[in-house]
């Protein structure tokens, strides 16, 4: 049984889906047309800082970290209708300060940064003032294996050199991205094939950091954040700048990618619940065969089948945090790895019955539904392939009947 959310988290699902009303949805053409109007492509719309502004005073900021000195805490469970709602939009994460990968990074920073490390880029991170990017994945090798990772970091007096290609890293194109946190290999040789990673902190401005090209997500180049292809060529940092230690990468990946998963899950929901809601609007205000659309039976199985699909999603989702919180993230494993599995799936058949539903008119920019169709879609290779994420719920299923 999965227990209520606590009043604080009652109070907030109230004052966000107010903040949405106010201030999100009448904004969104207006962070577009700002975009629009811009000669740099990756120029911030001044909306954007506004937005945040606006949040700041309503106490909508950074409510996402389980355990930290600057900010009260919030259990998983809470903040899952929180993540959901914000969701719904594609710059409310952002708004409030709750946008990947600055959520990732930021619960990295709290949980194994040093005071010096905190001070110099988790503060600044909180406070909105910078933004983070993740560099993991590379063009060379399988990541979804991630000790397959080549990107070389080796020990040079008081400083590790860098040297390897990363791409999907997204944040990258923001001119506000400041910092990069960077997965390679400290120590190939070990016979511990989850021993020779490490993570370590990389200004993005460091000599020998150049992002060789912006990736597109179906021709979305997600701008004014994006998706780089960066070359680090004998990139010095301080030795200081190693989080937890050499060989600690794997231990610091599990910490950041469980929370990480089940948010892009819970933000998941909300682009379903938007796409649903699209899809009723759109079908009751258009008529073909002589009635309304939302009147015809596929239209109406569609809508039916669109709600029992959310509905149970969610229930995943609020499982798994529900166990994160209670039994820890190892424990919960097989359930973060479900809803991973389970949630973009559900919300790619949503959007695509939405964009069914409104014609030509669903793939093209005039509605959000191709641009949330296109990131659901990547949301399967994200964080891990679906067939990854089979491949363990199947195992853990299998030890039950040892």
């Known amino acids: 049984m999965i227990p209520e959310f606590s009043d604080r988290s009652k109070e907030l699902q109230e004052k966000l889906l107010k903040f949405m009303d106010d201030f999100i949805y009448p904004n969104e053409g207006l962070f577009k047309e700002q975009q629009a109007a811009m000669t740099d492509r990756w120029a911030v719309p001044q909306i954007m800082e506004e937005l945040k502004g606006h949040a700041r005073e309503h106490n909508l900021w950074n409510l996402f970290l389980p355990e930290s000195a600057e900010v009260e805490p919030?259990?998983?469970?809470?903040?899952?209708?929180?993540?959901?709602?914000?969701?719904?939009?594609?710059?409310?994460?952002?708004?409030?300060?709750?946008?990947?990968?600055?959520?990732?990074n930021m619960e990295v920073l709290t949980r194994y940064g040093t005071s010096e490390q905190k001070d110099e880029w988790l503060t600044p991170l909180l406070n909105g003032e910078i933004r983070s990017a993740f560099a993991m994945t590379e063009p060379a090798v399988a990541s979804s294996d991630a000790t397959n990772i080549e990107c070389d970091i080796r020990r040079d007096g008081d400083e590790y050199v860098?040297?390897?290609?990363?791409?999907?890293?997204?944040?990258?194109?923001?001119?506000?991205c400041k910092i990069m946190i960077l997965m390679g290999k400290t120590d190939a040789n070990n016979p511990d094939r989850y021993r020779q990673q490490s993570m370590i902190l990389v200004p993005v401005e460091t000599p020998g950091v150049t992002i060789e090209q912006m990736l597109h997500v179906f021709g979305y180049d997600d701008a004014p954040h994006g998706h780089g292809q960066v070359l680090f060529d004998n990139v010095r940092v301080p030795a200081a700048n190693m989080l937890l230690g050499e060989g600690r990468g794997f231990e610091i990946a599990q910490g950041r990618l469980g929370p990480g998963?089940?948010?892009?899950?819970?933000?998941?929901i909300g682009v379903a619940e938007r796409a649903l809601e699209l899809m009723c609007k759109r079908t009751k205000e258009r008529v073909a065969f002589g009635r309304p659309v939302a009147e015809q039976t596929v239209t109406l199985e569609r809508i039916a089948e669109a709600r029992i699909a959310i509905d149970s999603a969610r229930l995943l989702v609020l499982k798994a945090a529900h166990m994160m919180d209670t039994v820890g993230n190892k424990e919960a494993r097989k359930e973060i790895a479900m809803i991973k599995v389970a949630v973009p799936n559900m919300t790619c058949k949503v959007v695509d019955m939405a964009i069914q539903a409104h014609g030509g008119g669903g793939v093209s920019q005039v509605f959000p539904l191709a641009s949330m169709y296109a990131h659901s879609r990547t949301l399967r290779l994200a964080?891990?392939?679906d067939e990854v994420h089979r491949n363990q719920i199947g195992r853990l299923e299998l030890r039950r009947w040892n």
């Open 383 to 385: 964080d891990g392939p």
């Open 162 to 176: 860098i040297n390897g290609r990363k791409w999907w890293t997204s944040g990258i194109g923001d001119p506000r």
């Open 261 to 268: 998963r089940i948010h892009h899950c819970m933000r998941q």
């Open 74 to 104: 919030m259990s998983n469970l809470d903040y899952a209708p929180l993540c959901e709602i914000m969701g719904r939009s594609p710059i409310a994460p952002e708004a409030t300060n709750c946008a990947a990968p600055d959520t990732g």
